[in-house]
């Protein structure tokens, strides 16, 4: 098997805070892969507030910016036999329902 990054993105919403019923949405779905044996990492969230980007030449600036259309707002990682899986996996995802979309990338492992 192979192993995807579904890479969540929000629109420009620093101050999103989920509902409970939300988190519990999103259990939920994480459940249902886990229970496929389909899920190789649960992920995590990744702050908008405290980020910095590192560019050539040690430039440093903070970031996310607030003009961005979209931040990246978190990861898992599933393992499944094709892209197309994985799509299908990340397709129940509840985020759609707040204006969300994920990204499905494949991982390469380094020999």
């Known amino acids: 098997m192979k192993e995807f990054a579904l890479i969540f993105r929000l629109d420009n919403q620093t101050d999103f805070r989920p509902t409970p019923e939300q988190i519990q949405e999103r259990m939920n ?3 249902g892969i ?3 044996n389909k899920l190789a990492d649960k992920g995590n969230t990744l702050s908008n507030e405290s980020a910095k980007t590192v560019y050539a030449d040690n430039i440093v600036t903070d970031g996310p910016f607030t003009e961005i259309k979209e931040f990246v707002s978190g990861y898992v990682i599933v393992k499944t036999d094709t ?3 994985a799509v299908e996996l990340a397709k129940a995802n509840p985020i759609f329902k707040i204006g969300g979309n994920i990204e499905v990338r494949e991982i390469v492992q380094r020999k």
């Open 29 to 31: 779905w994480l459940a």
């Open 83 to 85: 892209i197309d899986e």
């Open 34 to 36: 886990a229970a496929q």
